[in-house]
């Protein structure tokens, strides 16, 4: 890294001018993004109004809540249907069905069971091999 660009700091109002221009700067970009967020919200509970996404929504068999979440729903069950395997797996994702979740749910699970042995062993120095940790 160059590190013969950087500026070093002088004095102690120096710093605090710097960190207030960033705390500044950091709380712009928190609200810009607080807005963009909201705003997205807005818009994607709102009702479908485009005809052709209206149709490609409804022929999916949902009539209930035609907005923009179902519709981005059912254009990723089309997708997934037709073979694309990355909208498959962000439906697993999303779905909590995905191998990471199941993964993640086991690591934590044998964890537990290891801290729970490990107690039982501290006083022999025996390690205890674990054969079942669905038990």
Do not use: W
């Amino acid at each position: 890294m160059n590190e013969g660009n950087l500026i070093p700091i002088r004095t102690e109002s120096e710093a605090r001018e710097k960190g207030a221009a960033g705390g500044r700067k950091s709380g712009e970009t928190r609200r810009r993004k607080r807005d963009l967020k909201a705003a997205m919200n807005e818009l994607l509970n709102m009702d479908v109004v485009c005809p052709d996404i209206l149709d490609k929504t409804t022929e999916m068999g949902i009539v209930s809540s035609l907005d923009y979440n179902a519709a981005i729903v059912a254009a990723m069950v089309r997708k997934a249907a037709g073979g694309d395997v990355a909208a498959f797996k962000e439906i697993r994702n999303l779905i909590g069905n995905d191998n990471d979740t199941e993964r993640l749910k086991l690591q934590k699970k044998e964890l537990a069971i290891k801290e729970k042995h490990s107690g039982d062993n501290e006083e022999s120095g025996e390690v205890k091999i674990i054969d079942d940790i669905n038990g």
